[in-house]
């Protein structure tokens, strides 16, 4: 019986945990929203026209038209237009992404505090990609503007933004299949582990080394692309948005929910690397203590 593999084999079990909950967070409306990998803040798109209205000339068309009665509506009470004006053109507040889907919804500003009204998400897939035109098409389409039908091009909306979010695509999809590979090995690591609880021994120690280590690269590799996607995702969404009022912020609770899992990962591997080495030197002075015929017992056992 080795009862210190209990740590390794919990290091495993928590690894395995982590990737779950990163690939399932969000997957359906209010299980673990805040746990996005981005969200497109779009309760102010619109803003753009608004700032300008005064430019906008006359009859131009029916949304500079409904436009200029949101702005006017404004001036009236100038919040209350603001909270609205994503509604008032048929849009969600925000657009959260995630992993296998992304979801939608309503700010529920309490001042200190904005809280998020999950009303829809899309249905989980395991290759999944965040199409931001896609999503805002399908609010337009779906939702009875106060203004009559209106599209993305009647707001100006960027297509750099769009293109830039789906050349991710392919990284996203890695990610998807790096956490895929993550869960497996860190299911075999954790079994192996669990094992090695009954089958003390350099040998085991080895053997768990061996699973340990590419479950840790899996996960390292998993967390630098998402990384990156994340990263790269709202840099995009920042840097054209802001013309249409749209902004983007990183989820971090979510880089750091996959960062703890690389992070247990990595502590299995130090904890086996440990085991191979004690049981080394344990062995050494083992042997050297039947060469020696009448020496002592070893230190340390
Ligand atoms: C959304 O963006 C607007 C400005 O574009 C900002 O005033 C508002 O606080 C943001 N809301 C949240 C919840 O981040
Ligand atoms: C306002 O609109 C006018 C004409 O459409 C344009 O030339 C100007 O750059 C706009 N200003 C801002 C701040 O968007
Ligand atoms: C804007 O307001 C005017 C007068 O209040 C109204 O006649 C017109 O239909 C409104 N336009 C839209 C597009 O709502
Ligand atoms: C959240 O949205 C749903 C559906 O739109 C609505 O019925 C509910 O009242 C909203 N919740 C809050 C707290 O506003
Ligand atoms: C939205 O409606 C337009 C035409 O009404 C259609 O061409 C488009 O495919 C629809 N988009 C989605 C995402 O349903």
Request: proline letters at 4%; hydrophobic letters at 50%; charged letters at 15%.
């Amino acid at each position: 019986m080795r009862l210190t593999a209990i740590l390794p084999c919990l290091c495993a079990l928590a690894a395995m945990v982590l990737c779950f909950l990163c690939m399932f967070a969000g997957n359906k409306p209010g299980f673990m929203e805040d746990y996005h990998m981005v969200t497109l803040n779009t309760s102010r798109s619109g803003q753009n026209f608004l700032d300008n209205s005064t430019f906008i000339p006359p009859g131009d068309n029916i949304l500079t038209d409904a436009l200029r009665n949101v702005s006017s509506s404004i001036t009236s009470n100038i919040n209350q237009a603001i909270d609205s004006l994503a509604a008032e053109l048929g849009l969600s507040d925000f657009y959260s992404v995630h992993l296998l889907n992304y979801c939608s919804g309503a700010y529920i500003s309490k001042p200190p505090t904005t809280t998020k009204n999950v009303t829809a998400c899309s249905r989980p897939r395991a290759l999944f990609h965040f199409d931001p035109t896609a999503a805002l098409t399908r609010s337009l389409n779906t939702t009875t503007s106060h203004i009559g039908s209106i599209t993305l091009s009647d707001l100006r909306w960027p297509t750099e933004l769009s293109s830039g979010v789906i050349a991710l695509r392919i990284a996203h999809h890695t990610a998807f299949i790096l956490y895929t590979l993550s869960i497996v090995l860190a299911f075999l690591s954790f079994l192996s582990s669990f094992f090695a609880l009954f089958f003390a021994g350099r040998l085991s120690a080895a053997l768990n080394l061996l699973l340990a280590v590419p479950a840790l690269g899996a996960l390292l590799l998993a967390s630098a692309v998402v990384t990156a996607v994340v990263v790269r995702a709202a840099d995009v969404v920042n840097m054209y948005g802001y013309r249409v009022g749209v902004e983007a912020k990183r989820g971090g609770r979510f880089l750091a929910m996959t960062w703890a899992a690389t992070g247990v990962g990595l502590l299995e591997v130090l904890w086996w690397c440990g085991e191979c080495v004690v049981g080394r030197r344990w062995k050494r002075m083992g042997r050297g203590a039947v060469v020696d015929g009448a020496a002592a017992q070893p230190v340390g056992h």
